[in-house]
Nanobody, 124 residues
């Protein structure tokens, strides 16, 4: 069974930096697009950034120039480097993937599971 586990969250000062990791476990052969999302109480989960297997990226306007998404295909892991953090960035951050090739399959299968998330708090 494929699972996603986020890590790296914590308390950071405004203007500081933090790097999040999301590792996919299981008999994985390949992952298509991976992405980071975030959610605060009373708000819907929003897209932060995505990255394709070929390393094409997409960012929300609110984080452009400050956040960088990357991936290590050999480790089935996606990262989110967050710089110049603001209190508005405080949220639970989640990762996900759209399609995954795993086990004995030879085609990509839809993936609709979320990890538990990791909390990022930006405060003095």
């Amino acid at each position: 069974q494929v699972q996603l586990v986020e890590s790296g969250g914590g308390l950071v000062q405004p203007g500081g930096s933090l790097k999040l990791s999301c590792a996919a476990s299981g008999s994985i052969r390949s992952i298509n697009t991976m992405g980071w999302y975030r959610q605060t109480p009373g708000k819907q989960r929003e897209l932060v950034a995505t990255i394709t297997k070929g390393a094409s990226t997409n960012y929300a306007d609110s984080v452009k120039g400050r956040f960088t998404i990357s991936r290590d295909n050999a480790k089935n892991t996606v990262y989110l480097q967050m710089n110049s953090l603001k209190p508005e960035d405080t949220a639970v951050y989640y990762c996900n993937a759209d399609r995954i090739m795993y086990g004995s399959t030879r085609t990509y299968l839809a993936f609709n599971q979320w990890g538990q998330g990791t909390l990022v708090t930006v405060s003095s």
